[in-house]
């Protein structure tokens, strides 16, 4: 049976960092969806795949910066492309930034089902408000890979330690935009977590502690579940 796993967390709670090592250690096929927008951005893309409508792309920019939801409709048909890209005999998959609302969490319910996927177990990992406005003020992520590294142990422009890529500000780490992420989180994703507890195994991680502590947690949790 395939190992499917949904992250989630608010942002700045380690999720993608987490994510990133979860999918490595088990050979899992990694879906973040922000990283996916990012590039659809980057690269002239809608959420939606189509090529050619510049006004979506820039719409869908002006989303990202503010820390706003891309609409759910979009965010479906991302989903299901990016599900139907998982390779054949692939240990699994694990998502990372999706459900982020109660309607994206209905769609997942019935894409896997009409699927035929395996039910996922859903890992929330939680860290308490005052932490995570502390860890994202300044955070710099690789703008290559995606690569994140604490605020204080680099600066803005130093070489990435996994490509030869360079750390940068992400856009929406900036302080009003944090706080904007995380009013939405607390609106609209905690009941698409309320969704997705009620029909699929759940367990709640404490976020707290060194990244390695984390790690350990996920894997013991993961282990007790066989
Ligand atoms: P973080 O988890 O650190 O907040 P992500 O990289 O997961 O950031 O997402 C960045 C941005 O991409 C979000 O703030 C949002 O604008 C958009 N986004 C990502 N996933 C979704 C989703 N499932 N639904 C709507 N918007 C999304
Ligand atoms: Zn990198």
Same mark, same amino acid.
């Given at each position: 049976?395939?190992?499917?796993?949904?992250?989630?967390?608010?942002?700045?709670?380690?999720?993608?960092? /987490?994510?990133? =090592?979860?999918?490595?250690?088990?050979?899992?096929?990694?879906?973040?969806?922000?990283?996916?927008?990012? @590039? #659809?951005?980057?690269?002239?893309?809608? $959420?939606?795949?189509?090529?050619?409508?510049?006004?979506?792309?820039? /719409? +869908?920019?002006?989303?990202?910066?503010?820390?706003?939801?891309? $609409?759910?409709?979009?965010?479906?048909?991302?989903?299901?492309?990016?599900?139907?890209?998982?390779?054949?005999?692939?240990?699994?998959?694990?998502?990372?930034?999706?459900?982020?609302?109660?309607? /994206?969490?209905?769609?997942?319910?019935?894409?896997?089902?009409? !699927?035929?996927?395996?039910?996922?177990?859903?890992?929330?990992?939680?860290? $308490?408000?005052?932490?995570?406005? =502390?860890?994202?003020?300044?955070?710099? +992520? #690789?703008?290559? #890979?995606?690569?994140?590294?604490? @605020?204080?142990?680099?600066?803005?422009?130093?070489? #990435?330690?996994?490509?030869?890529?360079?750390?940068?500000? %992400?856009?929406?780490? %900036?302080?009003?935009?944090? %706080?904007?992420?995380?009013?939405?989180?607390?609106?609209?994703?905690?009941?698409?977590?309320?969704? !997705? @507890?009620? %029909?699929? =195994?759940?367990?709640?991680?404490?976020?707290?502690?060194?990244?390695?502590?984390? +790690?350990?947690?996920?894997?013991?949790?993961?282990?007790?579940?066989?």
């Amino acid at each position: 049976m395939a190992l499917n796993v949904v992250f989630l967390g608010p942002p700045g709670s380690g999720k993608g960092t /987490q994510a990133e =090592r979860l999918a490595g250690s088990r050979g899992l096929w990694h879906v973040s969806t922000g990283a996916i927008l990012r @590039a #659809c951005v980057r690269d002239g893309f809608g $959420p939606d795949g189509t090529a050619g409508n510049p006004e979506l792309v820039r /719409q +869908t920019a002006a989303i990202l910066k503010a820390g706003q939801l891309v $609409p759910d409709d979009l965010m479906m048909v991302l989903i299901r492309e990016a599900l139907a890209a998982v390779p054949a005999g692939s240990s699994g998959w694990l998502l990372d930034g999706f459900p982020r609302t109660a309607p /994206q969490a209905e769609g997942l319910i019935s894409l896997l089902a009409e !699927l035929g996927s395996d039910e996922p177990v859903v890992l929330e990992i939680f860290v $308490p408000n005052e932490e995570i406005v =502390r860890r994202l003020s300044g955070r710099l +992520t #690789c703008s290559t #890979c995606g690569h994140v590294t604490a @605020a204080g142990l680099a600066v803005e422009g130093d070489p #990435c330690r996994v490509c030869d890529g360079h750390l940068a500000m %992400r856009e929406d780490d %900036r302080p009003e935009t944090v %706080r904007n992420r995380l009013a939405v989180f607390r609106e609209k994703t905690r009941p698409a977590k309320d969704v !997705l @507890a009620a %029909r699929y =195994r759940f367990e709640r991680i404490d976020g707290l502690g060194s990244p390695n502590d984390v +790690t350990q947690r996920i894997a013991s949790v993961l282990a007790a579940a066989g």
